[in-house]
């Protein structure tokens, strides 16, 4: 089931009518306080959500929804005619695992969608040490010199296809499908914003996250 939030009746109707023809179970809401009424009776597989609503808007929603532990492992797409390159970090920072600008393409829109629905797995029991660097992807811990570090999901994500791939290179594209399930609609900066703010929380261990020019990006081994 995928909850759609959206005051734009033409909008809401058009996605909901789309998904339903497409063998998706879908259902809108016109505002959060029926969204939390829609929320009792169950836990949807995806949630959208418009930022500019009545009321509690979307990234309130969104913040709601990642500190319940009930939900936080919900896939959020943000749709919003918001499009500056800061509103779409800062919505993906919070939390949210896409973005989509109005107007928008229903082909584009479904297939961003479908990559949500198939990316859930779950995590590897893998610890790794580097550098002064301690991740464990089970327990979504990340330490530098013994000092916890907070990560968004999408930074954690990041961090820990690297350590996976230890000494070899990992493109953009390769990021951006494994992290966000696409690579083909996204813009070309969104990774290189994730793998900055990256650096800057992992402090002494910034370093370990090589950039391999017109690539990508490694931690450890040869070039």
């Keep these: 089931m995928i909850y759609f939030v959206e005051d734009d009746n033409n909008i809401r109707q058009l996605v909901i009518y789309t998904f339903q023809k497409s063998d998706l179970a879908a259902q809108g809401f016109v505002s959060a306080d029926d969204f939390w009424a829609g929320m009792k009776n ?18 309130e929603i969104l913040e709601r929804l990642r500190s319940d532990a009930a939900t936080s492992d919900i896939p959020i797409m943000m749709i919003t005619a918001k499009s500056s390159e800061y509103d779409k970090v800062i919505a993906l920072d919070m939390g949210a ?25 779950k995590p590897e029991i893998t610890e790794y040490n580097i550098g002064g660097l301690y991740v464990c ?13 907070t990560l968004t999901l999408k930074e954690f994500e990041i961090l820990s296809i690297l350590l996976k791939n230890q000494g070899r290179v990992v493109t953009r594209e390769a990021l951006l499908d494994a992290v966000w399930g696409y ?20 402090g002494q261990a910034g370093h370990l996250v090589e950039t391999v020019r017109g690539i990508g990006y490694k931690i450890g081994g040869k070039q």
């Design 42 to 59: 169950g836990k949807p597989d995806l949630v959208m959500l418009d930022i500019m609503l009545p009321g509690e808007g979307g990234l």
């Design 97 to 121: 695992d896409d973005y989509v600008t109005k107007p928008f393409g229903m082909m584009e829109l479904m297939a961003r969608v479908r990559a949500l629905l198939r990316r859930k797995k």
């Design 137 to 149: 992807t089970e327990r979504h811990v990340v330490t530098v010199g013994g000092e916890g570090v």
């Design 183 to 202: 690579a083909a609609f996204s813009e070309n900066r969104t990774v290189d914003v994730h793998i900055s703010t990256l650096r800057q929380k992992l």
